[in-house]
DNA sequence: AAGAATGAAAC
DNA sequence: GTTTCATTCTT
């Protein structure tokens, strides 16, 4: 989850850095930008040490593989990504610096001009960007065995899912049965919420695990919830149908003794409930939970089973300490308001699992008059409340009554409205449409699974958040009072926070996760929190099921076993922040802190098999260079960390680089912010010649007259004055390749090589003569594969541009600017060349070309088509005029000299064609 | 949500 | 040959 917030925090500084700051799509609350950052920023590296520790640690086993599989499911909702193409990359690195040049500029527009400078661009400097495009694809490729850029077959799931994006992501690895290498993924995303079990029952994570996914869950499956979401799950025995974490939980619950009600609800609030008893208990704590909650189901001592647990104690022995702690804090506050302890505890701890799960919450009423009876404990609401009001309310609502309650938590997730808000459930829908259907269940609502996941992220978010609320709340707050954070949770509502940041959050995780290890302590008890969050979280998704089945025994999961060190650390920070707030809150947040820190750990744990796993599937398979350079780790999690929907998208990339997370990421983003950033000036100058290198497609010539009539159909349409607004964004483009020699790279490249000399002449372009001449060179190529026939054989991308570029011949001409009129220009004197010279070869072309060219420009006028003809005329005439202009003055100003002219002509044909 | 660009991949 | 989707982000 964290991922999602660092993601959005970064997105928001990376904004900062060359782009606006982002929309508020993404919102992000600011107290999850503060830490997030922090998280990101300073423990990056040390995830990165920590995963390797982890990796050699568990290195070994086949873990690697399933994990790694497991990461290629895990794509399934999330999936990764296709990586993006050199021009992509190009568009991505300099698209900031387009918009600095032209503010007012559309996104669309920005992307013409970025077309227009990527042809521009010089072969050299593309070359770079294609490699590093190829680089990445490799890397990625290495990290997703299976995947595939974009299943057809899938596609048709558009028939079956209503998706309401016809792009969703589909391809990679669709969980969906047809999958052939995906099938492993496939098996992978299924099994991934299962995976996430098995995460869970481990019996410490289990807990915890437990904890997150019935969070998940709870987000996942609102609507399942009611319904049987798992009947795989169902597999404990009480535990209904839902997910295992929900069945876990409700053991835990079970084992809780509220008796009580609603075995859902506890469910997720027992292993809570667990939590908090253990620390309050002191010596209950163990992670056995899941043992001792078997043991107490049917029992239902739970502390004493937590004493036979004492086996476990590694972790005990250090939460016994905080739980003391917590438990005098509570004893003082008990006085104070009821003297809760034991209860608070649970509410925290509740509120935690609240939050956590909760995020879900359905039922506000419920909640809501919870909190009403226990106004006191709202204190703890406040801070929830922060991140997020509904989990807010679910906090408050275990808070009393009773625990027993809270299994509202879990159960929440049937009221979707709280936690989805429309545009999750958008994304969710698009999701699981996406990539899983058919894996899950039967139910008619989307699968539970996918849902789970997709709102998983989002959960995940809240999570961040949450937890970053209490952190803040632990730390600083926790003697604050907690009634703000009821305000706050009614206006403020974690709605914001919901909304979308926590796509990404997964990838975070891992960083986050290691960070908690390395400085879990250290940190102040929010980052513990968060990052034991994040942790949770991350581990269920990404190691589900590997993780479970291997090493990582219970114990270790549950506490620390594996890291008693990292533990007391916690504690010791837990024991700071009591002294240092000394009061309830201070042991709130403590308990809070050892909670998350057990949490964390066990998620650490868990986060460090998947480490290895990704480490060791790395190390197997994948071709050393990438290794090198890319980690399939990173990868992985930038997979799982990315959901489905675009935004996540978006941000995940940044989020990747940014985060840094993964090794991936960061190799990425050093590559990536080492690719050449040219200044616009540079392209500027480019552009005007990147129209003409169009015109030299002049290719285009007859075409622009066929295709144009379409385009310019539709767009007579619109008014004149539209069409011209519209296309002022396009400046020109460059159509060149694909009229005349049907876009191949190879003609492209000649193109541009061609081209080339022309830029320099470009920057010249001052001169009138060299103009000319750079508009000769560059029909001349084309014109010599297609003479006049041109006519199209434009294919898929082909016919793109064709229409763009109609359009654009248009545009140019409407714009009337220089670019416009060379457009036209071009076009006649292609065909003209073209006739006049179809076979020139290319060196000589140039030359001759030249010649042919101004020869033809000249005499375009006259040519063509009778329809068309007076078009070119003047678009010839308004090229030459241009010419002229150039001469005089440059383009930048002569915009207005030339354009203005050529405008004045050109307009009128554009809209007799349009007429026409 | 659509759309602008290019490119790669899967049909 | 065609279609999808990758990124970005405004309208």
Redesign the pocket.
């Given at each position: 989850m964290k991922g999602s917030n660092r993601n959005k925090d970064h997105?928001a500084e990376?904004?900062g850095a060359?782009?606006?700051p982002?929309?508020k799509?993404l919102q992000w609350h600011p107290l999850l930008a503060k830490k997030l950052l922090d998280f990101s920023e300073e423990e990056e590296e040390e995830d990165e040490e920590e995963d390797i520790d982890k990796v050699q640690l568990l290195g070994a086993d086949g873990l690697e593989q399933d994990v790694a599989e497991t990461e290629d499911d895990e794509s399934p909702e999330q999936?990764?990504?296709?990586?993006?193409?050199?021009?992509?990359?190009f568009?991505?690195r300099h698209?900031?610096l387009v918009?600095q040049e032209h503010p007012?500029?559309?996104?669309?527009?920005?992307?013409?001009i970025?077309?227009?400078w990527?042809?521009v661009l010089d072969p050299k400097e593309?070359q770079k960007y294609?490699d590093m495009?190829?680089e990445y694809?490799d890397a990625f490729?290495k990290a997703n065995p299976g995947?595939?850029?974009?299943?057809?077959?899938?596609?048709p799931v558009?028939s079956p899912t209503p998706?309401?994006?016809?792009?969703?992501?589909?391809?990679?690895f669709p969980s969906d049965s047809?999958?052939?290498?995906p099938s492993p993924k496939k098996t992978k995303t299924e099994e991934m919420p299962q995976l996430n079990f098995g995460m869970a029952d481990p019996t410490q994570m289990g807990g915890l695990s437990m904890l997150l996914l019935a969070g998940e869950h709870a987000l996942g499956t609102p609507e399942i919830s009611s319904g049987t979401c798992r009947p795989d799950v169902s597999e404990s025995s009480e535990l209904r149908q839902k997910s295992p974490l929900f069945q876990f939980a409700e053991i835990s619950s079970n084992t809780s003794q509220l008796g009580g009600a609603e075995p859902v609800k506890r469910c997720g609030k027992s292993a809570l409930f667990q939590l908090a008893e253990m620390c309050l208990a002191s010596e209950g704590v163990k992670m056995e939970e899941s043992k001792l909650i078997k043991a107490k189901e049917a029992d239902g001592g739970r502390i004493k089973e937590l004493e036979k647990g004492k086996e476990e104690r590694e972790i005990k022995m250090e939460k016994p300490d905080e739980a003391r702690l917590q438990k005098e804090a509570d004893v003082e506050k008990s006085a104070k308001e009821n003297g809760r302890d034991s209860k608070e505890l649970r509410n925290f701890e509740e509120l935690r699992m609240d939050d956590i799960m909760g995020i879900k919450m359905e039922d506000p009423k419920d909640i809501k008059k919870e909190e009403l009876e226990e106004d006191q404990k709202c204190s703890h609401f406040p801070d929830f409340s922060y991140s997020a009001s509904s989990k807010i309310i679910i906090s408050d609502v275990p808070s009393r009554k009773d625990h027993l309650c809270h299994p509202h938590g879990i159960m929440i997730i049937e009221d979707p409205t709280t936690l989805n808000k429309p545009e999750k459930l958008?994304k969710k829908k698009?999701k699981s449409k996406?990539d899983r259907h058919g894996n899950d269940k039967s139910t008619p609502k989307k699968t539970c699974k996918k849902r789970q996941s997709s709102e998983s992220d989002i959960e995940s978010v809240i999570y961040t958040i949450e937890a970053v609320a209490k952190g803040d709340w632990g730390i600083e707050k926790l003697g604050e009072t907690p009634r703000k954070k009821v305000r706050t949770s009614s206006s403020g509502k974690g709605s914001i926070l919901d909304a979308k940041p926590p796509k990404k959050k997964v990838k975070s995780r891992e960083k986050k996760m290691s960070k908690e290890k390395s400085s879990d302590t250290t940190k102040e008890s929010r980052p513990p929190d968060f990052l034991s969050i994040s942790a949770s979280k991350n581990i269920p998704g990404e190691v589900p099921e590997g993780i479970k089945a291997e090493p990582l025994t219970p114990t270790e999961d549950a506490l620390p076993p594996s890291l008693p060190g990292q533990a007391k650390p916690e504690d010791s920070d837990c024991h700071r922040k009591i002294e240092t707030c000394g009061f309830r809150k201070s042991e709130r947040s403590c308990k809070g802190a050892l909670y998350k820190t057990l949490v964390s750990e066990g998620m650490l744990t868990s986060l460090r098999a998947n480490v290895d796993r990704g480490k060791r599937s790395s190390g197997k398979g994948n071709s050393s260079d990438q290794e090198g350079c890319w980690n399939e780790e990173s990868w992985t999690f930038n997979q799982i960390g990315?959901s489905?929907s675009?935004?996540?998208?978006?941000?995940?990339?940044?989020e990747d680089s940014l985060l840094g997370s993964t090794k991936l990421d960061e190799e990425f983003e050093k590559k990536f912010n080492s690719l050449p950033q040219y200044s616009p000036v540079t392209f500027d100058r480019k552009c005007v010649p990147v129209p003409r290198k169009k015109k030299k497609t002049g290719s285009m010539s007859s075409e622009p007259t066929k295709t144009s009539k379409g385009p310019f159909q539709s767009q007579k349409k619109n008014l004149f004055h539209k069409i011209v607004s519209?296309y002022k964004?396009?400046k020109e483009?460059?159509?060149v390749?694909?009229k005349g020699s049907g876009?191949k790279?190879s003609n492209?490249q000649f193109f541009l090589d061609a081209i080339h000399p022309t830029e320099a002449i470009f920057s010249e372009d001052k001169n009138t003569t060299e103009p000319a001449y750079k508009v000769k060179n560059a029909p001349s190529i084309p014109n010599t594969p297609e003479p006049t026939t041109m006519q199209e054989?434009?294919?898929?991308?082909?016919?793109?541009?064709a229409?763009?570029?109609k359009?654009?011949h248009l545009v140019r001409t409407a714009d009337g600017r220089v670019s416009p009129a060379g457009g036209t220009l071009d076009d006649k004197p292609k065909e003209q060349l073209q006739r006049s010279l179809p076979k020139v070869t290319e060196a000589g072309c140039n030359d001759e070309c030249s010649h042919n060219r101004e020869a033809a420009e000249t005499r375009s006028s006259t040519p063509e088509m009778p329809a068309v003809s007076a078009f070119f005329s003047l678009a010839a005439l308004a090229e030459v005029a241009a010419m002229e202009n150039v001469h005089r003055g440059q383009r930048s100003t002569p915009l207005t000299h030339d354009g203005q002219p050529k405008e004045m002509p050109q307009a009128p044909v554009l809209i007799s064609c349009a007429d026409q």
């Amino acid at each position: 989850m964290k991922g999602s917030n660092r993601n959005k925090d970064h997105s928001a500084e990376g904004e900062g850095a060359g782009k606006r700051p982002k929309r508020k799509c993404l919102q992000w609350h600011p107290l999850l930008a503060k830490k997030l950052l922090d998280f990101s920023e300073e423990e990056e590296e040390e995830d990165e040490e920590e995963d390797i520790d982890k990796v050699q640690l568990l290195g070994a086993d086949g873990l690697e593989q399933d994990v790694a599989e497991t990461e290629d499911d895990e794509s399934p909702e999330q999936r990764a990504r296709r990586p993006m193409n050199a021009f992509l990359l190009f568009c991505k690195r300099h698209r900031s610096l387009v918009r600095q040049e032209h503010p007012r500029l559309d996104n669309r527009g920005a992307t013409k001009i970025l077309a227009d400078w990527w042809a521009v661009l010089d072969p050299k400097e593309k070359q770079k960007y294609t490699d590093m495009a190829k680089e990445y694809k490799d890397a990625f490729m290495k990290a997703n065995p299976g995947y595939k850029w974009c299943p057809t077959t899938n596609k048709p799931v558009k028939s079956p899912t209503p998706t309401v994006n016809p792009r969703k992501k589909l391809w990679a690895f669709p969980s969906d049965s047809s999958r052939d290498l995906p099938s492993p993924k496939k098996t992978k995303t299924e099994e991934m919420p299962q995976l996430n079990f098995g995460m869970a029952d481990p019996t410490q994570m289990g807990g915890l695990s437990m904890l997150l996914l019935a969070g998940e869950h709870a987000l996942g499956t609102p609507e399942i919830s009611s319904g049987t979401c798992r009947p795989d799950v169902s597999e404990s025995s009480e535990l209904r149908q839902k997910s295992p974490l929900f069945q876990f939980a409700e053991i835990s619950s079970n084992t809780s003794q509220l008796g009580g009600a609603e075995p859902v609800k506890r469910c997720g609030k027992s292993a809570l409930f667990q939590l908090a008893e253990m620390c309050l208990a002191s010596e209950g704590v163990k992670m056995e939970e899941s043992k001792l909650i078997k043991a107490k189901e049917a029992d239902g001592g739970r502390i004493k089973e937590l004493e036979k647990g004492k086996e476990e104690r590694e972790i005990k022995m250090e939460k016994p300490d905080e739980a003391r702690l917590q438990k005098e804090a509570d004893v003082e506050k008990s006085a104070k308001e009821n003297g809760r302890d034991s209860k608070e505890l649970r509410n925290f701890e509740e509120l935690r699992m609240d939050d956590i799960m909760g995020i879900k919450m359905e039922d506000p009423k419920d909640i809501k008059k919870e909190e009403l009876e226990e106004d006191q404990k709202c204190s703890h609401f406040p801070d929830f409340s922060y991140s997020a009001s509904s989990k807010i309310i679910i906090s408050d609502v275990p808070s009393r009554k009773d625990h027993l309650c809270h299994p509202h938590g879990i159960m929440i997730i049937e009221d979707p409205t709280t936690l989805n808000k429309p545009e999750k459930l958008k994304k969710k829908k698009k999701k699981s449409k996406m990539d899983r259907h058919g894996n899950d269940k039967s139910t008619p609502k989307k699968t539970c699974k996918k849902r789970q996941s997709s709102e998983s992220d989002i959960e995940s978010v809240i999570y961040t958040i949450e937890a970053v609320a209490k952190g803040d709340w632990g730390i600083e707050k926790l003697g604050e009072t907690p009634r703000k954070k009821v305000r706050t949770s009614s206006s403020g509502k974690g709605s914001i926070l919901d909304a979308k940041p926590p796509k990404k959050k997964v990838k975070s995780r891992e960083k986050k996760m290691s960070k908690e290890k390395s400085s879990d302590t250290t940190k102040e008890s929010r980052p513990p929190d968060f990052l034991s969050i994040s942790a949770s979280k991350n581990i269920p998704g990404e190691v589900p099921e590997g993780i479970k089945a291997e090493p990582l025994t219970p114990t270790e999961d549950a506490l620390p076993p594996s890291l008693p060190g990292q533990a007391k650390p916690e504690d010791s920070d837990c024991h700071r922040k009591i002294e240092t707030c000394g009061f309830r809150k201070s042991e709130r947040s403590c308990k809070g802190a050892l909670y998350k820190t057990l949490v964390s750990e066990g998620m650490l744990t868990s986060l460090r098999a998947n480490v290895d796993r990704g480490k060791r599937s790395s190390g197997k398979g994948n071709s050393s260079d990438q290794e090198g350079c890319w980690n399939e780790e990173s990868w992985t999690f930038n997979q799982i960390g990315t959901s489905g929907s675009k935004k996540f998208k978006k941000t995940k990339p940044k989020e990747d680089s940014l985060l840094g997370s993964t090794k991936l990421d960061e190799e990425f983003e050093k590559k990536f912010n080492s690719l050449p950033q040219y200044s616009p000036v540079t392209f500027d100058r480019k552009c005007v010649p990147v129209p003409r290198k169009k015109k030299k497609t002049g290719s285009m010539s007859s075409e622009p007259t066929k295709t144009s009539k379409g385009p310019f159909q539709s767009q007579k349409k619109n008014l004149f004055h539209k069409i011209v607004s519209k296309y002022k964004h396009k400046k020109e483009k460059p159509n060149v390749p694909e009229k005349g020699s049907g876009d191949k790279w190879s003609n492209k490249q000649f193109f541009l090589d061609a081209i080339h000399p022309t830029e320099a002449i470009f920057s010249e372009d001052k001169n009138t003569t060299e103009p000319a001449y750079k508009v000769k060179n560059a029909p001349s190529i084309p014109n010599t594969p297609e003479p006049t026939t041109m006519q199209e054989p434009l294919v898929g991308s082909q016919k793109r541009k064709a229409r763009k570029t109609k359009i654009t011949h248009l545009v140019r001409t409407a714009d009337g600017r220089v670019s416009p009129a060379g457009g036209t220009l071009d076009d006649k004197p292609k065909e003209q060349l073209q006739r006049s010279l179809p076979k020139v070869t290319e060196a000589g072309c140039n030359d001759e070309c030249s010649h042919n060219r101004e020869a033809a420009e000249t005499r375009s006028s006259t040519p063509e088509m009778p329809a068309v003809s007076a078009f070119f005329s003047l678009a010839a005439l308004a090229e030459v005029a241009a010419m002229e202009n150039v001469h005089r003055g440059q383009r930048s100003t002569p915009l207005t000299h030339d354009g203005q002219p050529k405008e004045m002509p050109q307009a009128p044909v554009l809209i007799s064609c349009a007429d026409q």
